[in-house]
Nanobody, 127 residues
Framework: QVRLVESGGELVQAGGSLRLSCAAS????????MGWFRQAPGNEREFVAG????????VTDDSVKGRFTISKDNGRNTLFLQMNGLKPEDTAVYYC????????????????????WGQGTQVTVSS
């Protein structure tokens, strides 16, 4: 059974940094495109960043561009989200997601494209 487990979320002051991790099991990690999403209370889930299977292509949403970086370590079956310059509006539950991609060059921005999700990790940024 494919499983994703996020970690690294915590309370941090504005301007601080966090690195989220997403450990994957029971899948060929390099064959899966992956993404980070977030959902704040009362808001819809939104795309944060995506990466292709081999980790050579990334995309980040404009709201976090220049502050957040997505990466994956296929040897450790782990996805990362480095978050710098955190703002109170970054406060949300962060989820990682995965989907099999036969084309190693493809990645996805839409949540509906992913079929495996983690349980989420809470990030709270205080002002």
């Amino acid at each position: 059974q494919v499983r994703l487990v996020e970690s690294g979320g915590e309370l941090v002051q504005a301007g601080g940094s966090l690195r989220l991790s997403c450990a994957a099991s029971a899948l060929t990690f390099s064959s899966y495109a992956m993404g980070w999403f977030r959902q704040a209370p009362g808001n819809e889930r939104e795309f944060v960043a995506g990466i292709n299977g081999i980790g050579s292509i990334t995309v980040t949403d404009d709201s976090v561009k220049g502050r957040f970086t997505i990466s994956k370590d296929n040897g450790r079956n782990t996805l990362f989200l480095q978050m710098n310059g955190l703002k109170p509006e970054d406060t949300a539950v962060y989820y990682c997601a995965a989907t099999y991609a036969s084309d190693s060059g493809i990645l996805f921005r839409q949540g509906a494209s992913y079929n495996v999700w983690g349980q989420g990790t809470q990030v709270t940024v205080s002002s």
